[in-house]
């Protein structure tokens, strides 16, 4: 080897899930030229949830031991983030975290703490890891009630995942340009897993939203929690969410982005899952889907959450969005995230439990962690837009799959080389990105009013028998090319100064 490492640190992932919070944790020690880390995932043994998990560690480019060669070598520090492995197999002090926010989940069908399994964290009378990770000192009474022999082994560092978010804020203008908010609302669905789950029980919240929420004025981004991704497949899920990515909807992958996507919203919809609480100790606005969980540990902190936060109903989802946004207080929930995370920063608490458990000298300054990255969401261009003016006279736009039949002079904006036959066959407005084609489109498409095409600093737009205009404001040129269509059709002056989305548009004839 080309360096000398001191230590050996092994890395126990059972699911992604499982990697996501090792992965946090390990911006602490990763730098360190004295430590060696592997990580190891037991094929022959997997878990229920462990799809993806091969894959994402040739992702990460990491070096991989297979698990029957780390049974059989020494490390000086194993890091685990379920005890559901056979971790009493592997050789050296075992640090356990939680991989939610605490300890809020029993395990399904019983009333044991996941994370506190007594048959797990001990094997013939050895208790099993050199020490558990707390996010609060009151989950001591927890692991003493689940688990007493092992409370000697409980050290309260608080939530990695939680401080990594904090340290994270000031980044928040550079995840909404990540996901394309601009300035919309981002509305961000956040659903864990199971029968019960957000996604399970109310499947079609993206496509309503999408159809009620105008999509200038909101963003919907949608996070699936990783255990969802392994049981259906990447390809299961983007296939079936297909109309709803044609239409707008901003996924976000399993591998990263969630902890951005909450970051950057300004309110999120979720379940009983650790995401909501999350969002509600980032001081969001938080919705909540009615659910039947009976998995939420009692008196939890997540379940107090799910008794102050408000309930989504089907009707009216913007007013009750717009309320939930308009009247937050971020410190709303402050007295409940103070129950699931202690206050004091993690990262130095953490890495001293790392270093001491390493036996090496900590090193100067402390560590601490870094900014979550960026998202790098599954996108769709929309091919169709149906616009037209609400009931105040704004100009408002919806995927054309929705069909808002209440606007004034609906009409159909399709792009030239996205958009299918049937949205071309309909639409009003045909857009293209080269504006030499527009003979060619207004010969091809004969029910298309106007066809426009972007141009430096607004748009050019060809009225079919009127001759040529351009829109002059640095907006969506799609946006303008609508904005001409509706002052056709309603007989107003062409040519001036208006307003559209509250900017000042010149139109003259060229």
Known sequence: MTNAPERQLLVVVRTLTTLNRLQDILTLTSADLRIQTTFTFDEARPGILSAGVSDALRALRVAVTPWEQAAK???????????????????????????????????????????MDPDRLVHHDRVIPAAIALSHSVQREQLKSACPEALDRAVVVG????????????RVAAYRAALGA???????????????SLYATHPQLPHRLLT?????????????HPGVWAAHS???????????LAAGLTLVPPDHGWQAAL???????????????????????????????????????????????????????REQIDAAIENHVPERYRPIVDQAVEDAASGPRLGDVLYDLLDLKRPDPRPTFPPVPDPAPV???????????????????????????????????????????????????????????????????PLAQLVAAPAPGGCLARVRDRGDFLLSAEIDPTLLASHLYLLLVSHADVEGTHTVGGRPVTVARC
């Open 159 to 170: 939530d990695p995942c939680h401080d990594r978010m904090r340290a994270s804020r000031h």
């Open 212 to 224: 009620e929420l105008p999509l200038d004025d909101y963003q919907i981004v949608l996070t699936l």
């Open 73 to 115: 070598n020494t490390f000086d520090l194993i890091l685990a983030a379920s005890e559901n492995d056979a971790l009493h197999e592997l050789n050296g002090p075992i640090l356990l975290v939680p991989h939610g926010i605490g300890y809020q989940k029993y395990y399904p069908g019983g009333r044991v703490t996941s994370g």
């Open 234 to 244: 990447p390809w299961q899920l983007e296939s079936w969410l297909r109309p709803e």
């Open 182 to 196: 601009g300035n919309r609302k981002v509305v961000a669905i956040a659903s864990t897993w199971g029968r019960h």
């Open 379 to 445: 996108t769709h261009p929309v091919a169709a837009l149906a616009a037209g003016w609400d009931e105040t006279g704004k100009l408002v736009r919806f995927p054309a799959a929705t069909r808002p039949e209440s606007l004034r002079h609906r009409h159909v904006l399709a792009h030239a080389d996205q958009a299918t036959l049937r949205e071309l066959d309909g639409a009003a407005v045909v857009f293209a990105e080269d504006p030499g084609r527009f003979d060619e489109l207004l010969t091809h498409w």
């Open 263 to 317: 970051l950057a919203a300004d309110l999120v919809i979720s379940d009983q899952g650790s995401a909501a609480l999350y969002a509600a100790a980032a001081g969001k606005p938080v919705l909540l889907t009615a659910s039947a969980a009976t998995t939420t540990v009692d008196d939890s902190p997540l379940a107090l959450l799910t008794r102050l936060a408000a309930e989504v109903t089907s009707e009216g989802l």
